[in-house]
């Protein structure tokens, strides 16, 4: 019974449930799923490549699972092949670089660690890449890692503009409150890779993308901007996008650059053949939790990989639920996924958070108009990434814990939430979720523990 478990046995609980999500979608463990080599032809998600029908394997790509991808492929590659026929570049942040010395695969790190936003050692990586992929032979075949975080690893902004612009851009559009659609959009028309634009630079004429979902129902052209997706490019569109939300706050070059439409969205005259497969998703890291979620004695129910919206609603929204919930004898788990968004609209000062961290400051705001949760409610969101905002968490919990932690030390909870400040407040009150990168990224995962 509840009444028997303290406050750091229910959150232990609802983190093991969580890892159990997060390790579902581990990128090594879904590349060694993916990609087999029987000593006379290389596999690939189904896909038979005669080891005579091509002649090296290329591998390029971004994103913050890029060093696990890399690993697990070069686990199922023998040596010798390894040495012979493989070279590469891939694009990940700064703490994913991990071991690779002797790789014929360079990872690449291009942004330092909780910066999610292009760096110019990204423009350095991504230039690499595009000479890569022109220098390719017609006979190469060209194996494209991407996983979430691939937009702002591959960034390569149109001659017309600067990155600094670009960056301006999307922190302004992000700051607003811009969807990852939207957001995407206007990427991918500023950028020379993305919406296809690979594949523009490609001389090879068979790419395969092995693809690790962070967007909710799994877009090809939106998971990193889509860099292997022919996609029509709109300015106008685009403008559109930057006029809602800037209104006179567009760069002028940027401005300029759209308003006259010079976008070439015509593809090569023999585009190479691609193949866009989705490996590893948020629907996977729910039912991998759900599973274990049973083993510990929860009834599991899984609320879908599409929740998203104000992270402080969608915080509010978790007690509200586990308010409604009728346990009986048997503790319920709630698992939730997708991603939720934080405006800072209106804040002049802001503080230091991410979504999953203001989803628990909000879930244990809400808990107080629900006095009978006091050892019978355990909330945990977390980026299935490890990180969450530019802070060193993966996200936070809500529970009693927090309220008498915060009590104590005379910190408000409203006064952090307005100011979308939840690091510090969770930080104070040992109330973050910290596990480090974990080399894989498909969204958020929220566990919900309710005990009679």
């Not at 040495?83 to 014929?104: A, F, I, L, Y």
């Not at 991998?288 to 402080?312: I, K, Y």
Request: glycine fraction near 10%.
């Amino acid at each position: 019974m509840s009444q028997l478990i303290s406050a750091d046995e229910r959150r232990s609980l609802a983190t093991r449930i969580w890892r159990a999500g997060v390790e579902a979608i581990d990128s090594r463990r879904l590349m060694e799923e993916t990609v087999t080599f029987d000593g006379d032809s290389l596999r690939i998600a189904g896909k038979t490549f005669p080891l005579d029908s091509f002649r090296d394997l290329i591998v390029v790509g971004a994103g913050k699972a890029g060093q696990g991808m890399v690993s697990g492929l070069e686990a199922c590659l023998p040596e010798e092949f390894l040495k012979t026929r493989v070279r590469g570049w891939v694009n990940v942040p700064s703490d994913c670089v991990g071991e690779s010395s002797g790789s014929p695969i360079v990872r690449h790190a291009a942004r330092p660690a909780g910066i999610n936003e292009p760096r110019p050692e990204g423009v350095l990586g991504t230039q690499k890449i595009i000479e890569l992929i022109e220098q390719a032979d017609p006979k190469d075949l060209c194996l494209v890692l991407l996983s979430g975080g691939g937009s702002a690893l591959l960034p390569a902004p149109v001659d017309a503009i600067s990155l600094e612009d670009k960056i301006e851009v999307t922190q302004r559009l992000s700051r607003r409150g811009a969807s990852i659609e939207e957001l995407n959009l206007v990427r991918t028309c500023l950028s020379q890779l993305k919406g296809g634009g690979l594949l523009r630079h490609c001389r090879g004429q068979h790419v395969i993308t092995l693809i690790i979902s962070d967007v909710i129902g799994d877009p090809l052209e939106t998971i990193a901007s889509g860099p292997t997706v022919e996609t029509f490019r709109s300015p106008t569109a685009a403008l559109v996008v930057l006029r809602k939300y800037l209104t006179d706050e567009i760069p002028p070059r940027v401005e300029e650059y759209l308003a006259n439409g010079r976008h070439d969205c015509r593809r090569n005259e023999e585009p190479p053949s691609v193949d866009n497969i989705v490996i590893g998703n948020n629907c996977r890291a729910i039912s991998h939790a759900a599973a274990r979620a049973t083993e510990l004695g929860f009834r599991a129910e899984t609320c879908g990989s599409d929740n998203q919206g104000p992270a402080a609603e969608f915080g509010k929204t978790l007690v509200e639920q586990a308010a409604q919930a009728s346990p009986g004898d048997q503790p319920v788990c709630f698992i939730h996924g997708g991603e939720t968004t934080v405006s800072l609209a209106g804040v002049d000062s802001p503080g230091k958070g991410g979504r999953n961290q203001e989803v628990a400051l909000a879930a244990a705001l809400a808990m107080r108009s629900h006095p009978e949760f006091t050892d019978r409610l355990t909330i945990l969101a977390g980026g299935t990434d490890g990180e969450d905002g530019p802070t060193d968490a993966a996200g936070g919990y809500a529970d009693y814990k927090v309220h008498e932690r915060a009590t104590g030390l005379g910190l408000c909870l409203e006064d952090h939430l307005r100011r979308h400040d939840a690091y510090n407040l969770l930080d104070r009150c040992d109330s973050l979720l910290r596990v480090g990168p974990t080399h894989t990224n498909v969204m958020d995962l929220t566990i919900t523990l309710v005990w009679p």
